[in-house]
């Protein structure tokens, strides 16, 4: 099966991809009014009893942002085996690339590598890997790397304050740096009907993580992303006091175990 690959695209999806033991749906589009590209990719790649599933958002104020997103995503889509050490071969050899085009550009990228019943998440940047229980319950979340999420991460501040953050958009970790470190999270167990959820930041900046996991741990996953796409674009068109709102290129995928 061909991996599905999404970059430069004004709206996509949501597309679904069947995968060995579950589903996967991608889903993105482009910030409301902006004139440039999308600067989010996505990719779903199946790989023999898994799958490696990628986010990705061009990081802001380079013209060459969208290049950087399609670079690590086409270098995830290439892999022909998704073992950890393939994947961690595909960010570097992005980053080498990036890197040697001299354009200043740079990217996150937030990976699920699923094999059988279990998923390791793989980061760099705040895009996002959540794993979430049928009931909503919370089993995984990473880190954003970023002094707003370390400060969360500690206990230093809530999610409330995280979200209006005057230092939100900094990003302390990306491909595309020298630098770059990529975070290799442990291997989890997913029980059936548990949810994977990989996003960029245009869905957490518009969204309380208990509104997001409430929207998926449930029902066709086709449906609850296009649901959760519908609500972060009316709350980026329209603000309301005391409601997330940040206008952004958004894009997410969703895999659920079916057995």
Do not use: W
């Not at 550009?105 to 794993?131: F, M």
């Amino acid at each position: 099966m061909k991996a599905l690959l999404v970059h430069e695209r004004e709206s996509f999806g949501p597309e679904a991809v069947s995968l060995p033991g579950g589903e996967a749906v991608a889903i993105t589009f482009r910030c409301p009014d902006k004139a440039g590209p999308n600067e989010d990719a996505a990719v779903v790649v199946p790989l023999g009893d898994g799958a490696v599933l990628a986010v990705a958002d061009g990081v802001g104020g380079s013209r060459s942002a969208h290049l950087a997103s399609a670079a690590v995503t086409r270098a995830l889509a290439a892999l022909d085996d998704g073992g950890r050490s393939d994947v961690i071969d595909a960010v570097e050899l992005a980053n080498r690339q990036i890197l040697e085009s001299s354009q200043g550009a740079a990217t996150t990228v937030a990976i699920a590598q699923i094999e059988k019943n279990t998923v390791r998440p793989i980061h760099v940047g705040d895009s996002t890997v959540i794993l979430v229980g049928q009931r909503g319950r919370l089993h995984m979340q990473t880190v954003p790397h970023s002094p707003v999420g370390y400060a969360l991460e500690a206990g230093m501040i809530d999610e409330g304050e995280a979200m209006h953050h005057a230092d939100r958009h900094i990003v302390s970790n990306v491909i595309g740096a020298e630098d770059m470190r990529i975070e290799i999270g442990g291997s989890l167990t997913m029980a059936r009907r548990d949810t994977l959820i990989l996003a960029t930041d245009g869905v957490l900046d518009n969204l309380h993580l208990d509104e997001l996991i409430d929207f998926v741990r449930v029902g066709p996953i086709a449906k609850a992303a296009q649901r959760v796409a519908d609500v972060v674009s009316r709350r980026m068109r329209e603000p309301q006091s005391g409601v997330p709102s940040k206008p952004d290129d958004t894009t997410m995928i969703l895999y659920r175990r079916n057995s």
